[in-house]
């Protein structure tokens, strides 16, 4: 069984800087992607950003220049550093790991519990 966590969530004034992890842990093989998404309050969960197994990224073009995904394998961990945050960017981010499971080889999508971004204006 694999486990997700994500961490890093506060709360911030326009303009500055918040850094969030994605911990992955269990019986993993391997980490296909890793995806971050946020829901706002009243609002439908979106996507944000993607990191895939060759480390080609893509964003929400409103995120495009301010948000970086990035991974460390080793570590089984995903990382989004938000700069520049708006207070549009309030809500609640969530992680999905899509992993390879050892021994089975089994492909699963895992999310964690997400955390709390809030930016003041």
């Known amino acids: 069984q694999v486990q997700v966590v994500e961490s890093g969530g506060g709360f911030v004034q326009t303009g500055g800087s918040l850094r969030l992890s994605c911990a992955a842990s269990?019986?993993?093989?391997?980490?296909?992607?890793m995806g971050w998404y946020r829901q706002a309050p009243g609002k439908q969960r979106e996507w944000v950003a993607i990191i895939g197994t060759d480390d080609r990224t893509d964003y929400l073009d409103s995120v495009k220049g301010r948000f970086t995904i990035s991974r460390d394998n080793a570590k089984n961990t995903g990382y989004l550093q938000m700069n520049s945050l708006k207070p549009e960017d309030t809500a609640v981010y969530y992680c999905?790991?899509?992993?390879?499971?050892?021994?089975?080889?089994?492909?699963?999508?895992?999310w964690g519990q997400g955390t709390q971004v809030i930016v003041s204006s």
């Open positions: 269990g019986s993993i093989l391997n980490i296909n992607s």
């Open positions: 999905n790991a899509v992993i390879v499971s050892r021994p089975s080889g089994r492909v699963s999508s895992s």
